[in-house]
């Protein structure tokens, strides 16, 4: 598969087959391994790096998961390829920025993408869409079990998998999800959920991790500690968080229907309105609007198949994506415009909001 | 009284005592006014206990005799700089330095979760073949014949139970 052909495949977070949900827009787990005997690759040189690179790679195209999948080196890339698979979650912006003797491998669908040399060796990510920890881990933990029967990984029996940071030891895994939280936000509830679930050990991010902004309401929250328990006991105790968070996104949606439902009426129409007929969109304001017919899809005032046009669009409206369909090297403004045609084309044909359903989930 | 807290950063008096419970466990730090001004420990969102203890941990004045991972020539200093190691074995160089940091940072200090079995099976086996490949060795030059013969079918045993494994 080639890069070319990898952006022109709808993801599994883009393709309208994968199963969406309401509030967990995705599952991510990824595990971080090492191989034994070699120079972590914050302080390798080139060589060194060159030589584990090579064996990644090896062992990554002889697994049946990645078979026909995408397999390339970082400087063969483009910026702005990089940028689209960086907007896809499947790359860091770490690894984007790597010079040499780095790269990564992608499944054909898109729901595995291996880092080689970003901080670890191996950076193993499974992303799926929906609130799916078991069915993640699953997949994660045989990819990961079929590596292993050809690379040697650093691993104490005392510390468990040895990583550059010692905040990865131990399992070296961070599980996640993607989070819609548009009622807690509204209700400025969300600083209060942060410092509770920091206490449960867990950390709420921004869309794209560690110091990004939460535009369009969406927060990642993952488990900050990954010594002294096993793999298993991380996701039941990250899945109960999340099932709270879950119940109280919908209080709180309740409560603000219940209280002020012309607000937040007021709030989806006018985006609705915006999105099919402006002419200038940023890309945070894109993500807010779309947000909020999320949000009137869970309300019950659009038809539920169109929350995967919604997910689709959270991606295909960032800057990476819009600049690659347009062919042209573009200026911010001129990505605006193209923008909001885009959305206007996709919002001529979407579903009119029907306020007269009442209907509360 | 016993002498004033020193801040965990600079050694300067501590006047600002913070608890922070993540996990069901407390967490200390003392700074002194300055650190937990530069520190950002005044607000709330925008601080990182984790951070922070990991670069408590390594006072300068402890680390002043400077210690090198053998395997990769990486020193504390450099952990100080990066706040990452320079390769597994340096888990074992540093260890007295890890330990109390790692108390802070995780849940437990004793991995409980999955292990890499065929990986150290391999090991074992590699590390076994070895130590046989160097006994028969040693064998053949002192001239104990019968030995020799023993370690030799010794490894021929080990080499055909884990022919497959072997392979790569």
């Known amino acids: ?361 | 009284m016993a002498s004033p807290l020193k801040c965990d950063l600079c050694s300067k008096p501590a006047t600002v005592h913070l608890t922070q419970i993540v996990n069901n466990k407390i967490h200390k730090v003392d700074l002194c006014e300055a650190c937990a001004q530069a520190k950002g420990v005044t607000d709330p969102s925008g601080f990182s206990l984790s951070d922070l203890l990991l670069k408590a941990s390594l006072n300068p004045e402890a680390a002043s005799e400077t210690m090198r991972c053998e395997h990769c020539g990486f020193t504390q200093n450099d952990f100080k700089k990066h706040g990452r190691f320079g390769c597994p074995h340096c888990y074992e160089t540093f260890s007295a330095m890890l330990e109390p940091m790692l108390d802070n940072m995780h849940k437990g200090t004793v991995h409980t979760g999955k292990v890499p079995q065929k990986a150290l099976e391999r090991k074992n086996l590699h590390d076994r073949l070895t130590q046989l490949e160097v006994s028969l060795d040693d064998a053949i030059k002192s001239e104990r014949y019968e030995d020799a013969a023993r370690y030799r079918d010794e490894i021929n045993q080990v080499k055909q139970a884990f022919g497959a494994k072997l392979a790569r």
């Open chain 1, 1 to 361: 598969m080639t890069i070319a052909s990898l952006i022109a495949t709808p993801s599994e977070l883009t393709d309208t087959a994968s199963s969406k949900c309401a509030i967990v827009l995705m599952t991510r787990i990824r595990l971080a391994r090492n191989l034994a005997g070699n120079p972590f690759p914050g302080w390798a040189r080139e060589g060194q790096r060159g030589v584990v690179f090579e064996t990644c790679r090896e062992a990554l195209a002889a697994t049946p998961q990645m078979k026909r999948g995408l397999n390339v080196a970082i400087d063969e890339l483009s910026d702005l390829e990089k940028q689209i698979l960086v907007e896809r979650h499947l790359i860091s912006r770490e690894l984007s920025g790597a010079k040499s003797a780095a790269g990564v491998v992608i499944s054909r669908d898109q729901t595995l993408s291996v880092m080689i040399n970003e901080e670890d060796h191996l950076r193993i990510q499974v992303l799926r869409a929906g609130f799916q920890l078991k069915k993640t881990w699953n997949a994660i933990n045989d990819l990961d079990s079929a590596l292993e029967n050809v690379l040697d990984y650093a691993f104490s029996p005392s510390l468990g998998y040895l990583t550059a940071c010692p905040t990865n030891l131990g399992t070296g895994m961070r599980a996640s999800a993607m989070m819609h939280l548009p009622a807690l936000v509204i209700s400025n509830q969300m600083e209060k959920v942060v410092r509770a679930v920091n206490q449960l050990g867990m950390v709420v991010r921004g869309l794209f991790g560690e110091g990004s902004d939460a535009s369009g309401s969406i927060f990642q929250i993952s488990n900050q500690t990954t010594l002294g328990e096993s793999e298993e006991e991380i996701i039941k105790r990250l899945g109960s968080v999340l099932n709270s968070i879950i119940e109280h996104e919908q209080n709180a949606r309740a409560k603000l229907m219940e209280s002020d439902a012309a607000k937040i009426y007021d709030k989806i129409g006018r985006a609705y309105g915006i999105l099919q007929h402006s002419h200038l969109l940023s890309s945070g304001e894109a993500m807010n609007l779309l947000s909020l017919l999320r949000l009137g899809i869970d309300l019950g005032l659009f038809p539920d198949e169109s929350r995967s046009v919604i997910d689709r669009l959270f991606i295909e409206a960032q800057p990476g994506h819009i600049q690659h369909a347009s062919q042209h090297d573009l200026e911010t403004n001129q990505r605006d415009i193209l923008r909001a045609e885009r959305l206007r084309a996709e919002f001529a044909a979407f579903a009119k909001p029907d306020f007269s359903r009442n209907s509360q989930n």
